[in-house]
């Protein structure tokens, strides 16, 4: 196991190619580690990262005006507090649960059974590139009552987005190609935006335009923000654990065995996936004054990086943490999708992800459409499993192979 030296760098190469190697020695040696480069800290122990996430006067979101509102156009929910933040964040919740839930569903499964029908019959697909990301992007159009066919430019603006806010550095160009994409998803929107103020739909942008706060109707920055926030949110992290998903039963052979059996495991083995593997590695907090931990200080007005990965793989919240057992009895399933998850892959506290039901809905229909399709079900000869990111992490690609399924025999509704 390599040792947490002087020179140990989170922004290193060998970090980047495999973060689950150091976490261990991190929580042991260096739970509170400073990154001088960048000058932030990293807190890698369960207790430290829970402490953070839910001590909200000590430990605020305010690092995200610099780190996510210039791409955003405007604040997102995660910069709000009280009343504001409350009342914003239920008109985003009440989109993505109940009878919007129950709509959304519907259009899940035949966005699915859309994209996965061609690499059916040939046997072979890569549930990363040609199935999650469309499939996650799809979606969250869906959601915000965007057209679909804008689906590639979408994506293309988003990922500029996204690599503003999950970027360590960005040189000067790819700063200002981050800021572009954000410009131009902006004036996409605004006409959108403008439509939806006079003719409503059921949609969220619709629901965003119609809502009041205070007696106020959001501006269209406000309104903007909220789409952003929303469509960053709801993308990244979901493709992301549908293929881990994946990959830890195909690497699991007899799990993957029983949740074939019995459907009704999906759930336990998508919580576990996101507790051993979560998508979101890093959500990042600013101290309001010194925060003294076990194993270190950070000094007021500091970023502090809160690592989930590590978290979930802490011996002090998890039995045999580097373990993947859908049926581990410290998790819990029920709760795991809820305010209450003993994982910190949703977060926790006042900012907990606002799309857990949604996520969790979403991650087994598909998968469940998923499973009897995939019949033999392994890696395409030749793949070497690679995952990339710091902040949010997940396979570059996941290439399986599978017994072609005859045309016409598609995923039922
Ligand atoms: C497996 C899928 C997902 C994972 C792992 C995930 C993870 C997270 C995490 C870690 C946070 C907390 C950030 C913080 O504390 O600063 C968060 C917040 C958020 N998530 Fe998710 N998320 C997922 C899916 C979704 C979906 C489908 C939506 C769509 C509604 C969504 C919308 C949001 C929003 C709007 C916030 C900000 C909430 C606030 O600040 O009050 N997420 N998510």
New binding site residues.
């Given amino acids: 196991m390599p040792v947490v030296s002087p020179e140990f760098s989170v922004l290193s190469e060998d970090f980047a190619a495999d973060p689950y190697r150091w976490f261990a020695r991190l929580r042991g040696r260096a739970p509170v580690h400073h990154e001088p480069v960048i000058d932030s800290y990293f807190v890698s122990r369960y207790e430290d990262v829970e402490r953070v ?1 839910t001590d909200h006067e000590a430990f605020t ?1 305010e690092t ?1 005006q610099v780190r996510a509102e210039p791409v955003m156009r405007g604040p ?5 507090t009280g009343a504001e ?1 409350t009342a914003k ?1 239920k008109i ?2 009440r ?2 649960t109940g009878r919007a839930l129950r709509h959304q569903m519907r259009a899940i499964r035949s966005n699915a059974a859309e994209l996965m029908a061609p690499f059916l019959p040939r046997g072979r697909m890569d549930l990363v590139n040609d199935f999650g990301k469309p499939l996650a992007i799809h ?2 159009l869906d ?1 915000l009552g965007l057209d679909k066919r804008d689906g590639q430019r979408v994506a293309a603006w988003h990922s500029g987005v996204a690599e503003f806010i999950t970027s360590m550095a960005l040189t000067p160009a790819r700063r200002r190609h981050c800021l572009d994409c954000a410009e131009q998803l902006e004036a996409y929107l605004l006409p959108v935006i403008e439509q939806r103020r006079r003719h409503p739909g059921e949609d969220l942008i619709s629901q965003l335009c119609t809502a009041e706060f205070d007696g106020i109707a959001m501006s269209n920055r406000d309104v903007t923000a ?1 789409i952003i ?2 469509l960053a ?6 493709d ?2 549908l293929a881990l998903l994946f990959k830890h039963l195909i690497d699991h052979p007899e799990q993957l065995a029983r949740v074939r059996r019995d459907p009704e495991l999906l759930p336990a083995a ?1 919580a576990e996936t ?1 507790r051993y593997t ?3 590695q890093l ?3 600013q101290a309001q004054e010194d925060a003294v931990f076990a194993g270190g200080t950070v000094p007021a007005g500091a970023t502090v990086f809160c690592m ?1 990965g590590a978290a979930n793989r802490d011996p002090d919240a998890f039995t045999a943490p580097d373990t993947f057992d859908i049926h581990r009895p410290d998790l819990g399933t029920a709760r795991s999708f809820t305010a209450a998850a003993q994982h ?13 039901a ?3 809905a ?2 087994e229909t598909v998968a469940a459409m998923l499973l009897p399709l995939l019949d033999e079900v392994r890696f395409s000869p030749d793949f070497r499993y690679r995952e990339t990111g710091l902040y949010t992490r997940g396979p570059v690609a996941l290439p399986l192979d599978f017994t072609p399924v005859r045309a016409g025999a598609t995923a039922r509704d």
């Fill in positions: 996430l979101t995200l997102v929910l995660a910069q709000m933040h964040r985003v919740v989109s993505f979606v969250t959601v909220l926030n929303v949110a709801a993308t990244e992290p979901a992301k654990t998508i996101l979560p998508p979101v959500i990042p907090r989930i910190l892959a949703f977060g926790t506290g006042l900012h907990q992800c606002v799309g857990t949604f996520a969790r979403e991650i």
